[in-house]
């Protein structure tokens, strides 16, 4: 692959990533109610639900959606009732106290944290589709498998850092302290957004 390819593949992810989605919504919640380093677990479980879609794009998974609608109509369903699941979660512990960060625990394990974000990604079958479309597009049918080992790495690291990035910025002392004050409208404001976006994941 030329170095062309390699960047506009990285640049058409990029610009995906940034766009705010279930991930985005979850990001922002964990950074601020719970702090930097269980925002930084789901980031990089988000990076590995990205490379898992990515690989399954190269494996012709957007292919098999094509040739069998129900089968994506499944994980679509079955992916937005996740989303809508920890939406409701999100409602129920609005009025719960904020949990303490610090530098030697977190509320929640690291494990936990790159599972729930595994999880969440894995939850919206559409990154296949949008993968398929892009390698279509910028992938030569010449890649060879070295090429395509590079695109899966640049994924998953691009993916995880943008959302660490996200994660800094709100587990600051400033963002903390506005949501403590506001945590049980923020709460319900997040998950109302999560809810919706879970309905779009379901329904279109």
């Known amino acids: 692959?030329?170095?062309?390819?390699?960047?506009?593949?990285?640049?058409?992810?990029?610009?995906?990533?940034?766009?705010?989605?279930?991930?985005?919504?979850?990001?922002?919640?964990?950074?601020?109610?719970?702090g930097f380093r269980p925002a930084a677990a789901l980031a990089l479980g988000f990076g590995i639900g990205a490379?898992?879609?990515a690989f399954a794009a190269l494996a012709g998974l957007t292919l098999l959606f094509t040739l069998m609608p129900p089968l994506f109509l499944v994980l679509k369903i079955g992916g937005g009732l996740f989303l809508i699941w920890l939406a409701v979660k999100?409602?129920?512990?609005?009025?719960?106290p904020m949990p303490a960060s610090s530098a030697d625990a977190s509320p929640r394990s690291m494990a936990s944290g790159v599972r729930l974000g595994l999880a969440t990604q894995i939850a919206n079958p559409k990154p296949a589709i949008f993968f398929g479309a892009v390698f279509v597009g910028v992938m030569p049918v010449t890649a060879t498998a070295s090429d395509k080992a590079i695109v899966l790495a640049n994924i998953l690291w691009v993916e995880t850092l943008?959302?660490?990035?996200?994660?800094?910025?709100?587990?600051?002392?400033?963002?903390?302290?506005?949501?403590?004050?506001?945590?049980?409208?923020l709460d319900r404001g997040m998950g109302s957004i999560l809810g919706l976006l879970g309905l779009k994941v379901a329904l279109t």
């Open 51 to 53: 490379a898992i879609w």
């Open 90 to 96: 999100m409602w129920r512990h609005a009025s719960d």
């Open 162 to 185: 943008w959302y660490v990035i996200v994660a800094r910025a709100f587990s600051l002392p400033h963002p903390r302290a506005a949501y403590g004050r506001a945590k049980v409208w």
């Open 1 to 34: 692959m030329s170095l062309a390819a390699f960047f506009g593949v990285a640049l058409a992810h990029l610009m995906a990533a940034i766009s705010p989605g279930p991930s985005f919504v979850l990001s922002v919640r964990t950074a601020i109610s719970q």
